[in-house]
């Protein structure tokens, strides 16, 4: 049996400030994806923070992605989380390091 999910769409951002809820409630997380891109060599280091938490970047830490990237070598991951249950809901924090820009994407039912 296959289980379809729901995703938030690609999120981009080169703003720490982007924290924020991605979904409200209970769910299974089945994955994250992650690109990190910049513009010049002196890039430093961007952090995704995962929660269960619907509102704010505390409470149960599910997942951590860290990716350095530079102008000539962009980095992208893909985490397969099976399905870890956030009781709470899922909340990003997001630290988006010098020079840089990140997409993502995260799937959940």
């Known amino acids: 049996m296959s289980i379809t999910c729901a995703t938030t769409g690609v999120k981009v951002t080169d703003n720490s400030n982007d924290d924020i809820v991605l979904v409200s409630s209970r769910c299974k997380l ?18 995704l923070k995962f929660y269960d938490n619907a509102s704010a970047a505390s409470g ?17 991951i893909e985490f397969d989380m099976h399905g870890v249950l956030c009781a709470n809901g899922l909340f990003v924090d997001v630290t988006v390091g010098s020079n840089c820009t990140i997409a993502y994407s995260v799937e959940f039912a």
């Open 30 to 47: 089945m994955s994250i994806h992650v690109t990190v891109t910049s513009s010049n060599s002196s890039a430093t280091l961007s952090t």
């Open 60 to 76: 149960t830490e599910i997942s951590r992605i860290n990716l350095l990237a530079s102008s000539t070598s962009p980095q992208t």
